[in-house]
C-alpha cells in the first residue's frame, strides 16, 4: 500500500517530466505555441489512511521511508471555547505547559535537554477551536519519544514554577494589547462581527489570568484530554501495522475517564451596519470591510470561492488588488477573503492599509468593486483564470506525507470526512462546474452591502479629512454613519472612558 500511495502523489510529477522531455525534442519560437496534456493525478482517499484504536483515537497514518524520521500530531478536541467564566485563557495555559511543564520522571528544564540531546521536537497548544501536541524525531529513537508523548499526554507536571513563568510572560503581554493597530483590529473586528457575547470573544483579562491555579489545569487537563477526543496524523519512517500497535499502547488504559467534547457553541451577533473607528496614533489607517459568512458545508461553497479570487482573493488577478493597489497606488496590499469557517460562520473580509487621508477613498473603490460583482457578471477570461488556480494547484495539498495525513485529520476534525468523505476525489469537479452565473448569484446573495460593517483604526480627525482630490463622506459608505469605538482597557477588556 505505501508503494501504492507514493505512485499516486508522484503521478503529476512523473507526467510533468514526461512533458518537459517530449518539448525538449521540438521547442517552439515563441511561449504562447507552448501546448500541454491535461495534468492527471487522483486525490488520496482518506479510507485508505484511517483506522480507529480501541482507545477511541481516530489516527491517519502514512508510512515514509524516504527519511529517518516521524512526524506525529495528535489533535484534541478541546479548546478556549471550554473555559469557564472567570478562568479566561486556562485551555491557554494547559495547551502551553503540558510539553513544557514537566513529566513524573523529568522535570522540565531536563526534559528539555533530553529532547535536546535526541534532536527532537516536542510542542504543545491549545487554540480556540483545538488543541495539538507535536512531535518530531528520528525513528531510531521511537521507543524513548512515545514513552516521552506518553507522560506529556497522559501525566504532565505542570511544574509551579513554569506555571508562574507563564503567567508573567502572558501579563506582559496583556499589558502590550494597545500598542499594535493589528491586534486591535483583529478584536474589534470580531466584537463587530460576533458579538460581545460570542465564546471568542471571552477574552484572558489580568484577573481571570490570576485566579488560575496548577489545580485548574490538572481539571482541564483530566477532563478534556482523552483519546476519545485525539485525532491524531502520523507520518514517516516506519511499519504501519507496528506503528498502530504502538499507539494502541500510548494510548491504553487511560489515567482519567475523560469526557467527550461537546460541539464548539455557535451563538453569534453580527453587529449593525455602519463605519466604527478606533482612534490611534499611527501613520496609516488599517481598514477591514465585513458581511455576514459561511461555514465549510455551505452549498454555495465552491461557487463563492471563485467569486472570492475574481473579487479580491487571487492578488494580482484580482479586482480589489488591481485597483486599490495597482491602479490608484493607495495600499501596499489589498484583497478579501471569504472562507468556510471550520465549526461556525466566518465572515466575508476585504482589508488593507492606506494613508489616514486616502482611507475613505479606497474603502469606496472596494465597495465599489463588491457593487460591481453583485450587479454584473464577470468575464469568461476572469472566470477561467479563477478556477485554475484551484484546479492547477490542487497536488499541491497532497504534496508530502505529512500533509496528506494532517489533510486528512483536519477534515476528521470539523467533521467532514463524516459528511463529505468525497471532498477531494469531487473538489475539482465542484470548482470547474462553477459558471458565470453562479458567481453572479452568489455575490448578489452573499455581498448585500445593506450590511456592511466597516471599522478602521487609525488616526480619527485625519481619515474624517478625506483626500482633497477624491473627497469621500465615510459616513454615507454605511447605512449606519460613523461610530467611534472606544479603546479598551487592556487588563480587563473593558471599553475606556
Known amino acids: 500500500m505505501n508503494l501504492s500511495m507514493k505512485q499516486n502523489m508522484a503521478l503529476g510529477l512523473v507526467a510533468i517530466l514526461g512533458l518537459a522531455l517530449g518539448q525538449a525534442q521540438e521547442i517552439p519560437d515563441r511561449p504562447e505555441k507552448l501546448t500541454f496534456p491535461p495534468l492527471v493525478y487522483d486525490a488520496p482517499n482518506p479510507a485508505d489512511y484511517r483506522e480507529e484504536l480501541e482507545s477511541g483515537a481516530i489516527v491517519y497514518i502514512y508510512p515514509d521511508r524516504e527519511r529517518p524520521l516521524i512526524d506525529l500530531s495528535v489533535n484534541i478536541r478541546a479548546g478556549s471555547f471550554l473555559d469557564t467564566e472567570g478562568k479566561e485563557g486556562l485551555a491557554n495555559l494547559t495547551g502551553h505547559l503540558m510539553a513544557r511543564g514537566g513529566i513524573p520522571s523529568k522535570p522540565a528544564n531536563e526534559l ?25 524525531l528520528l525513528s531510531k529513537d521511537a521507543d524513548r519519544g512515545f514513552e516521552i508523548l506518553r507522560a506529556v499526554l497522559a501525566a504532565p507536571s505542570f511544574q509551579e514554577d513554569k506555571l508562574a513563568l507563564r503567567k508573567t510572560q502572558l501579563l506582559q503581554g496583556l499589558k502590550q494589547r494597545n500598542d499594535d493597530s493589528r491586534n486591535i483590529e483583529s478584536r474589534e473586528r470580531n466584537f463587530l462581527a460576533y458579538g460581545e457575547n460570542f465564546w471568542f470573544n471571552r477574552h484572558t483579562t489580568a484577573a481571570s489570568l490570576e485566579s488560575i491555579r496548577r489545580e485548574d489545569l490538572l481539571a482541564f487537563h483530566h477532563e478534556w484530554v482523552h483519546p476519545r477526543n485525539f485525532i491524531v496524523s502520523i507520518s514517516g519512517d516506519f511499519d504501519r501495522d507496528a506503528m498502530l500497535e504502538r499507539l494502541d499502547g500510548v494510548f491504553a488504559a487511560w489515567p482519567h475517564p475523560g469526557k467527550k467534547a461537546p460541539p464548539v457553541p455557535q451563538e453569534r451577533e453580527y453587529g449593525k451596519s455602519g463605519v466604527y473607528i478606533v482612534d490611534k496614533d499611527v501613520n496609516q489607517g488599517r481598514v477591514s470591510i465585513m458581511l455576514p459568512g459561511i461555514r465549510w458545508d455551505d452549498p454555495d461553497f465552491y461557487a463563492i470561492q471563485v467569486m472570492n479570487d475574481v473579487l479580491g482573493g487571487g492578488g494580482f488577478t484580482s479586482r480589489i488588488t488591481n485597483r486599490v493597489r495597482s491602479d490608484e497606488g493607495l495600499a501596499y496590499s489589498a484583497g478579501s477573503s471569504f472562507p468556510g469557517g471550520s465549526h461556525y460562520p466566518v465572515v466575508f473580509r476585504a482589508g488593507f492599509q492606506s494613508k489616514s487621508r486616502t482611507v475613505a477613498y479606497a474603502t469606496s473603490i472596494v465597495l465599489e468593486e463588491i457593487e460591481r460583482i453583485a450587479g454584473e457578471p464577470v468575464s469568461a477570461e476572469e472566470l477561467l483564470t479563477a478556477k485554475k488556480s484551484f484546479i492547477d494547484t490542487f497536488p499541491n495539498n497532497f504534496a508530502s506525507s505529512a500533509q496528506v495525513v494532517s489533510a486528512f485529520a483536519g477534515d476528521e476534525m470539523i467533521g467532514r470526512y463524516a459528511r463529505q468523505p468525497n471532498y477531494w476525489a469531487e473538489y475539482r469537479d465542484n470548482i470547474e462546474a462553477v459558471d458565470i452565473a453562479a458567481v453572479q448569484r452568489v455575490a448578489k446573495r452573499r455581498l448585500r452591502l445593506g450590511q456592511v460593517i466597516i471599522l478602521i483604526v487609525g488616526q480619527k480627525e485625519e481619515i474624517l479629512k478625506g483626500h482633497p482630490d477624491h473627497p469621500v463622506e465615510l459616513g454615507r459608505l454605511a447605512k449606519g454613519g460613523v461610530k467611534e469605538l472606544p479603546m479598551r482597557d487592556p487588563l480587563t477588556m473593558k471599553p475606556l472612558k
Open 112 to 136: 528539555d535537554e533530553e529532547l535536546e540531546f535526541l534532536a527532537a521536537r516536542l510542542s504543545s497548544s491549545f487554540g480556540g477551536l483545538n488543541g495539538s501536541i507535536s512531535l518530531n
